[in-house]
């Protein structure tokens, strides 16, 4: 049960959630410029002559951040020295926050003011300012930089975590022929074919993802063991071809609404046989091990709204199996929070 708090300590909670995008920039500012780095560097801390001599900012500058960084716990003054506290050094070292910070800063905080707007219309609204697409994945492999490369390294850094274990379950039974159903850039089906020599694999995405992982693909020799099939998932009409002893989906189906969800399920379920394996790698956010991941999981639903495609989010683990029942499927096994990740399997059959 929550401690129930002040009027005093609520009014400040609230401040904090009113000047909170002011301070995010004032903490990127703060890295970007060097200056949490530099004081890190000084573990027994430094003055603040002293960072305004060796760095390159304003004194102006300098103690602005400072200031701002001092209420956010980034740092702290002892005896008129600035020492980094715990939060700073996660700011600066952490992958996961660095990983977090950009994202935000680089793919979602021009467009964030177009939350209303997103949530009203149910489309992307935000996502005009980085290109005229209508949802993001149209234009992930033209996406301007720097916000190509943090969506890329949000997207791995919540995924590729899971591979080593992942790559252990799916291949328990030995599969020849795996389709990669939202491949991607072809991470997934680069890691299987290095696990096992005699898999091969098809995936399965729009036409400007298949370009990059075609091009991946090649650049690694894998042509002759990894074929390519262009499908909007969202055109019914466009069918899952039949033939896989494994279908795979990494965070993929966290892509689209619950309606969306239901309807490619179905396509796979016409594509598999009753021996066909279905695996859902998802990281549920109610199935996370730590707060800051539940955290991280439901500002990505916020993601979706404004930046992505404005109607999918993070889903619950039993919000996902009962979509996945409505398709015809039964989850014959779960793997929570497998490896080093923020994922569980779903293992799915036809149901009988």
Not at 67 to 80: H, M, R, S
Not at 115 to 134: A, D, F, Q, R, Y
Not at 171 to 180: A, G, V
Not at 308 to 327: D, F, H
Request: some cysteine.
């Amino acid at each position: 049960m929550k401690k129930e708090i002040s009027a005093i300590e609520a009014k400040y909670e609230a401040q904090k959630i009113a000047f909170g995008p002011m301070f995010f920039q004032s903490v990127v500012a703060l890295r970007d410029l060097g200056i949490l780095e530099f004081i890190n560097s000084n573990r027994k801390g430094v003055s603040i002559e002293t960072i305004i001599e060796k760095m390159d900012v304003s004194e102006y500058g300098i103690n602005l951040l400072i200031e701002a960084a001092e209420v956010l716990g980034v740092l702290e003054k002892v005896e008129e020295k600035v020492k980094i506290t715990k939060i700073g050094f996660f700011l600066l070292k952490d992958e996961m926050t660095r990983v977090n910070v950009n994202f935000m800063n680089d793919v979602c905080y021009l467009g964030a003011k177009s939350m209303t707007e997103s949530i009203k219309k149910g489309k992307p609204e935000g996502l005009k300012v980085l290109g005229g697409w209508p949802t993001i994945y149209e234009g992930l492999s033209v996406l301007p930089e720097p916000a190509k490369k943090s969506w890329f390294e949000f997207d791995h850094y919540y995924s590729d975590g899971a591979f080593p274990e992942a790559l252990k379950i799916v291949f328990k039974t030995q599969p020849k022929t795996i389709f990669d159903i939202g491949g991607n850039t072809g991470k997934w089906s680069f890691a299987c074919c290095n696990y096992n020599p005699d898999v091969n694999i098809k995936i399965l995405d729009l036409p400007v993802q298949l370009k990059v992982a075609k091009q991946n693909a090649t650049e690694k020799g894998l042509l002759d063991r990894i074929d390519f099939q262009a499908i909007d998932l969202l055109d019914s009409a466009q069918k899952i071809p039949r033939g896989a002893d494994v279908i795979w989906m990494s965070q993929f189906l966290d892509c689209f609404s619950k309606e969306e969800i239901v309807q490619i399920l179905k396509n796979v379920w016409q594509a598999a046989s009753d021996e066909t394996i279905v695996y859902i790698l998802e990281p549920f956010f109610d199935n996370q091990g730590f707060p800051a991941a539940h955290y991280s999981l439901v500002a990505t639903s916020l993601y979706f709204t404004v930046m992505a495609n404005g109607n999918s989010k993070m889903y619950s683990i039993n919000v996902m199996k009962e979509l996945i029942r409505q398709a015809g499927f039964e989850v014959v096994e779960t793997y929570p929070l497998i490896g080093d990740s923020y994922h569980s399997i779903l293992e799915c059959k036809k149901t009988l």
